[in-house]
């Protein structure tokens, strides 16, 4: 695989691709004209044209980036796929060493426990497990969770007998979020090891597939990223089951697509993926963009700019798109998907200022543009639906006029197409709807893997279910879009916090809350069309109506009730439910296991703080840790020590500020004092006023 190679294939494939997008493109604006009223000729239809021809390209790229992948899984070959390093054999005194990394922020901790459980004890059936170490990097805040994380380590680790193979750590300072935690272990631990497999805390690997991308990190040393293409798995609620299924049936497609024109080009997603950390500490470091937030500071997507760093410094990115074995969950609910989207929003319109920064490849000059548009997109689309309605009730209201501004002997007589109009939408819908249906003949007829998603009959039925939901939440998510590219842009600051991931069923006071306002303005954009232009509001109606219905949409598909009816049936089947991997099985039931097994002493698993001072166990663990990291109390002065004890014995640690219980933690002398006290003074009335 030598790099002129697939240089020279990048040019030509791409190529390809532009002249694809380009060329219908520009016949689909020129045909959008012809279908108006006035051809194009007032300012509000020609607004129209740009804003479609911009979008129509825009989808196209999403339709021929299908195709090209369906192509190259028909061939079941490509001659530039890394996985080709695999029949190549390594040299046996190889040594490079693997951190599985697990950076996490006030997850659920049982989870995040499982899945490390499970990626450990796949890595033990493999010949290559000693060459990997797992670190847990949490930026968890506050005493409680940090607290209930490090117990948890400990006794995952006594468990598996994992001792120095399971590190974790909390960090004191938290800076830049999570590029910032993968910059501080590289700081502190890098020149120890040659790779990282960086995860998220909901990731899930096999040992196996682990230990193929170290195959292929060591027989391409010129690959800087090695990303895989996750598969979604693990909830049960609607929408997760309609978006996990999307993801095993298009997704495989649509990765062999992204792989054929991107090569070595390709993109990080930030997990999942293996990188070569000598020339990421290197090159990957990440500016501060100048001015306030949104759009400037801390750069918040950090992933394609790293990939866009390493490919500059020379070193290759590329997706594994036909590797096994790599997992991740998805959001349960439209909410959480929603708040999800929202942050990252704010971090893909931040990439526009890098546009043209010196010396990126063109490819990422392009994902960058391509990541902003995954939201512009939709704000682009309101405009389009917007001024479409604005014309038609203009239409209604002024009426048509014959005669332009110039003289002329014969009137202009506008005419409205409906069947050119259908036409269009027709078009438009086969770019959408027909990359599904070639999922389903490669499900179907080339691999045979239909019976792992129930068979021919309710695959097909599981897509038309895909479809109709789809349709349907599109809108709301277009809205929502619309609102965080505006909002962004007019220089709001959006938290980046935590992402629900359990299947708590979002609540209709959530709901109103949320999307209250966009039922509203449904209401009064459907209303306004219905009064003035009847028969335009049914062209509108698939996007107005579920605007409208969107209370009761989110809350439906936040259910985990029919997405288990709809599993019974073998509808939305994927195959980590038809017949599930080993390591599937294994963290399902571990995190069973995990959030079932009692706290010492009856306490809430979330009292992580109140567990430090009365479990001797836990208490003991936090002593020994700092006495091995020689951690102290820093600045704080003696006075104010004795004064936060003093307030603990008369107040109970619950009067505790966040700062005060922090400030105790990290000293050994005061922790071991107050347990003594909890346990011996006034034989444990401490204790038990404590635990009330």
């Known amino acids: 695989m030598s790099t ?51 979008l129509f390209a825009w989808i196209s790229v999403g339709f021929w980036t299908a195709i090209l992948g369906c192509f190259t899984l028909l061939r079941r070959y490509d001659r530039f796929s890394v996985s080709h390093a695999l029949s190549e054999p390594l040299e046996q005194d190889t040594a490079a060493r693997t951190a599985v990394l697990f950076p996490i922020c006030n997850e659920d901790t049982p989870r995040v426990m499982a899945g490390i459980k499970t990626t450990y004890l796949s890595l033990q059936q493999t010949p290559g497990a000693s060459q990997f170490d797992i670190h847990i990097l949490s930026d968890s805040s506050g005493a409680d969770k940090w607290m209930e994380e490090e117990a948890a380590w400990a006794d995952l680790v006594e468990e598996l007998g994992a001792q120095n193979r399971i590190f974790y750590r909390n960090r004191k300072v938290n800076l830049k979020r999570k590029s910032g935690n993968v910059a501080d272990f590289c700081r502190r631990h890098g020149k120890a090891y040659t790779y990282m497999a960086v995860f998220d805390a909901d990731s899930v690997m ?52 992204l792989h054929f024109w991107q090569l070595g080009d390709a993109q990080y997603w930030g997990h999942n993926a293996f990188i070569r950390i000598e020339p990421f500490m290197r090159h990957c470091g990440l500016p501060r963009l100048s001015g306030k937030p949104p759009l400037g500071g801390d750069i918040l997507s950090h992933d394609f700019v790293e990939a866009a760093l390493m490919r500059r410094a020379g070193w290759g990115v590329w997706l594994a798109f036909d590797l096994p074995g790599s997992w991740e969950e998805c959001p349960p609910n439209l909410l959480s998907e929603l ?19 010196e ?93 792992l998603f129930g068979g021919p009959f309710r695959l097909l039925l599981s897509i038309f279910i895909e479809v109709v939901f789809s349709a349907l939440l599109a809108p709301i998510r277009m809205l929502f879009h619309s609102k965080f590219v505006c909002i962004t842009l007019l220089g709001r600051q959006i938290g980046w916090g935590s992402q629900q991931r359990d299947d708590r069923p979002t609540t209709w006071g959530e709901a109103i809350r949320f999307h209250g306002g966009g039922a509203l303005f449904g209401l009064l954009w459907g209303g306004v069309v219905w009064l003035y232009s009847p028969d335009f509001f049914w062209w509108i109606a698939p996007i107005v109506v579920p605007i409208i219905f969107s209370m009761p949409l ?65 208490n003991g663990l936090r002593r020994a840790l700092l006495a091995r990291r020689g951690q102290h109390t820093g600045k704080v002065s003696n006075a104010t020590l004795e004064q936060i004890e003093e307030k603990i014995l008369q107040t109970g640690p619950a009067s505790l500020s966040v700062n005060e219980k922090l400030t ?23 204790r038990e006023r404590w635990m009330k």
Not at 25 to 50: D, F, R
């Open 4 to 54: 002129p190679s697939w240089r020279s294939a990048t040019i030509r494939r791409r190529l390809v691709l532009t002249l694809l997008i380009l060329i219908p493109s520009a016949l689909a604006s020129s045909y959008v004209g012809s279908v108006l009223p006035n051809k194009g000729s007032t300012p509000l239809e020609l607004a129209i044209i740009i804003v479609y021809s911009v």
């Open 206 to 257: 096999s040992g196996e597939t682990l230990n193929a991308m170290l195959h292929i990190m060591e027989r391409r040393p010129k690959i800087g990223i090695l990303q895989t293409a996750p598969a979604c798995f693990g909830h049960d609620t609607l929408l997760a089951r309609l978006q996990q299924f999307a993801n095993r049936v298009y997704g495989p497609m649509f990765a062999a697509g």
């Open 339 to 357: 708040k999800r989207d929202r942050r990252w929003c704010q971090g893909n319109l931040q990439h526009l200022r890098l546009l043209f920064t």
């Open 359 to 451: 010396g990126l490849f063109p490819a990422h000059r392009v994902l960058f543009l391509n990541g902003a548009m995954s939201y512009a997109s939709a704000l682009l689309w309101f405009t389009f639906l917007m001024l479409s309605s604005g014309e038609a009730v203009l239409q209604a209201i002024v009426g048509p006029s014959y005669f332009a501004a110039t003289r002329s002997l014969f009137p202009a007589w506008p005419v409205w197409q409906p069947l050119w109009a259908l036409v269009l939408l027709a078009t438009t819908g086969v770019l959408l709807f027909f990359p599904k249906l070639l999922s389903y003949m490669l499900i179907v007829i080339k691999t045979r893997r239909s019976r």
């Open 554 to 618: 989110s809350v439906i598909t936040s259910h985990h009730g029919l997405g288990l009816w709809l599993r019974k049936k073998k509808l939305l089947l994927i195959p980590e439910e038809a017949a599930p991997e080993k390591e599937i099985r294994d963290v399902t039931r571990f995190t069973r296991e995990m959030e079932d097994t009692p706290v010492p002493l009856a306490l809430p698993r979330e009292a992580g703080f109140l567990r430090t001072l009365l479990d001797p166990r836990v």
């Open 664 to 686: 105790l933690l990290r000293d050994a002398g005061r922790l071991r004092r107050l347990h003594t006290m909890a346990w011996t003074k006034n034989n444990g009335s401490l």
